[in-house]
């Protein structure tokens, strides 16, 4: 394995809510991020997926320190960079990069392409041989548009190129970790397949090593090496690809793995799991197993103390689960409709 080249120690990140109308004093807080563990290793790509409202938007935030962790610690080539200030994060951010899910809102309308490309190194006051324009028209062709297009505006481009864009501005700086936040669930399916492309062909010739966080996990599966998947604030499993994708434990990760489409039409019919009931709400979470309350397996151990992400017997090595009661579970039916658990 590789050298560690990101890591976080039972990081959280809690938004204060506040009520009253005078003094707005807080009255809760929403556990967005509620104490995960998480190692990226240099070069490989991990992918992130959940349910929307899981935490791994923020998540990426905090690895890229646009929000400061509530608890918690994140290690950065062994630099703990947790509270870091703005000085010491400055040689630290050239390093991580972000592409952001919304390619229209992400890219400011009144630049030119060129300036949006440029302003990492303008701001980190980096020349490249041959000057910041010719960097910045390589890095055009690098993400397949043309270098002439040096001078338009971001309206005069489609989403797709509007997303490249954004990947030609995480590149300018050469990073090593690149959080791809969403980058394709804006995009039009059609072309959802060439960025993904794209950032996989640049993982691979630059060696960057990729948090690629995604609901889609037809996507996360052609693009990452490992998987972890995430419910309400905590990371209940993760895996290599193949483990988890042929051979998941969690119950969550089985009903995640059901809805993905089968394009063999000519295969048997799989079983098709939905969860009954929505996702609890972050500000008040179930006690024990956060899961427990849609869970067909739940039991009253899973309500009176939180399962370990541990590594179980018989998954390979590096394959942990949090759960109470992982075998897999045994659903007849082409359409199951399951009832939650009692809270």
């Known amino acids: 394995m590789t050298e560690k080249l990101l890591e976080l120690s039972g990081v959280e990140k809690h938004f204060p809510v506040r009520g009253g109308t005078l003094f707005k004093r807080q009255v809760g807080a929403v556990h967005a991020v509620d104490g995960i563990d998480l190692t990226v290793h240099a ?28 608890a918690g610690k994140i290690l950065y080539q062994g630099q ?45 006051e980096i020349n490249p041989p041959g000057g910041r324009e010719a960097r910045v028209r390589e890095l055009l062709e690098t993400v397949g548009l043309n270098p002439e297009h040096y001078n338009r505006f971001p309206h005069e481009f489609s989403g797709g190129q509007r997303q490249r864009i954004g990947v030609a501005r995480a590149l300018a700086l050469e990073p090593k970790l690149i959080i791809a936040d969403e980058p394709v669930s804006a995009l039009d399916v059609s072309i959802q397949a060439q960025v993904v492309n794209l950032l996989q062909e640049l993982q691979r010739e630059m060696g960057i090593a990729f948090l690629f966080i995604a609901h889609d996990l037809a996507v996360v599966r052609h693009f990452s090496q490992r998987v972890a998947v995430m419910y309400l604030g905590k ?3 993760i895996a290599d690809r193949e483990s988890l994708y042929e051979r998941p434990r969690h119950p969550y990760t089985h009903a995640l793995l059901s809805a993905v489409p089968d394009a063999d039409l000519t295969a048997e019919p799989r079983e098709r799991i939905r969860l009954a009931g929505d996702v609890p709400s972050p500000i008040n979470p179930p006690s024990g197993c956060r899961f427990r309350t849609r869970c067909w397996k739940a039991q009253e151990k899973c309500a009176t103390e939180e399962p370990p992400l541990v590594q179980l017997s018989g998954n390979r090595e590096g394959h942990l689960t949090a759960c109470h009661f992982p075998e897999a579970p045994t659903v007849h039916g082409d359409d199951v409709v399951l009832d939650p658990a009692l809270a």
């Open 43 to 70: 070069g490989e790509a991990l992918g992130l997926v959940g349910e929307s409202g899981c935490g791994k938007s923020t998540t990426g935030r905090l690895v890229a320190r646009l929000l400061e962790p509530t």
């Open 235 to 237: 990371i209940v499993e």
């Open 80 to 124: 703990d960079i947790t509270h870091a200030d703005r000085k010491a994060l400055k040689p630290i951010r050239s390093e991580i990069q972000m592409v952001f899910q919304d390619p229209y809102s992400s890219l400011n309308p009144r630049h030119t392409v060129g300036s949006i490309i440029r302003g990492p190194l303008d701001i980190h």
